[in-house]
């Protein structure tokens, strides 16, 4: 007997458009989610920072963004005013150390002050004790002891060749500069401000320093020194002692300068 034929079934769908409607649904999904985060609570968003700020203790109370920062990560807020507070802190860092820089250089400076004092003191005992107080003018500041002498005393007029009546007067000199070996000795020529007329020395810059060479010369010749720590220069009548418009002003500013600095100077030189 003849089976009877069943009516067809109906047939489903694509097999793609189960995928793709499952996409959508996710698709769907997602954004709902997207959007269900984009809406934040005013009420609890300002209990999360105040949370934030009092359990980190990153910045004063009041932080919550920087500049006009925006929502970031998982609604967590940028601290309010963060980048202020970071210049606030590298500018009083920044100060701090400038004070403490300041403070190193005024010790140094006191330092180096106390022991030209105390050089200042014994090269007096010296030129006391060798009787050239009234030939020899001292003076000191932070960097050097200085020993003025008139060049008058040293040479004869326009001329860079030392008296001999000079002589005895510098081997003392020599004598009280022995025990500052490792210190800088400089010695300057100075003149007054009338030009000279020499065929020898074309102006007082020239004459100035051929004095200075004359004595640091002598001086590396009669003392034990360095001869690399003794230093000639020629200041012509640019460093004035005194007024070049009177005689006396004049003949103060003729003068031959030994200057003995420091160790601190001398250690900078």
């Not at 004070?99 to 002050?113: G, P």
């Amino acid at each position: 007997m003849a089976r009877k034929r069943q009516p067809d079934e109906p047939k489903g769908g694509a097999a793609w458009m189960n995928t793709f409607a499952d996409l959508m649904n996710l698709l769907l999904c997602f954004f709902v989610l997207l959007f269900s985060m984009s809406t934040v609570d005013a009420e609890k968003f300002e209990k999360i920072v105040a949370s934030f700020q009092s359990t980190f203790s990153i910045l004063p109370s009041g932080g919550a963004s920087i500049g006009e920062g925006e929502l970031v990560s998982s609604g967590v807020s940028q601290l309010e005013m963060l980048d202020s507070y970071y210049k606030e802190q590298a500018n009083s860092q920044s100060q701090e150390e400038s004070e403490e820089e300041q403070d190193v250089v005024e010790a140094y400076q006191e330092q180096a002050l106390a022991e030209s004092e105390e050089m200042m003191e014994n090269i007096e005992d010296a030129v006391a004790r060798y009787g050239i107080q009234d030939e020899v003018e001292l003076d000191f500041n932070g960097q050097y002891v200085m020993l003025n002498m008139s060049g008058a005393l040293l040479f004869d007029s326009a001329q860079a060749e030392i008296r001999q009546e000079a002589y005895p007067l510098i081997d003392k000199i020599g004598k009280l500069l022995e025990p500052y070996s490792d210190n800088i000795i400089e010695v300057e020529g100075h003149t007054d401000n009338v030009p000279i007329h020499s065929q020898r020395y074309e102006d007082n810059d020239v004459l100035s320093f051929y004095r200075a060479r004359a004595v640091a010369d002598y001086l590396r010749e009669i003392t034990s020194l360095d001869p690399a720590n003794i230093k000639a220069s020629g200041r012509g009548e640019y460093v004035p002692a005194a007024d070049n418009t009177t005689e006396e002003g004049r003949a103060r500013n003729r003068r031959v300068v030994i200057k003995i600095y420091n160790s601190y100077s001398s250690y900078s030189e």
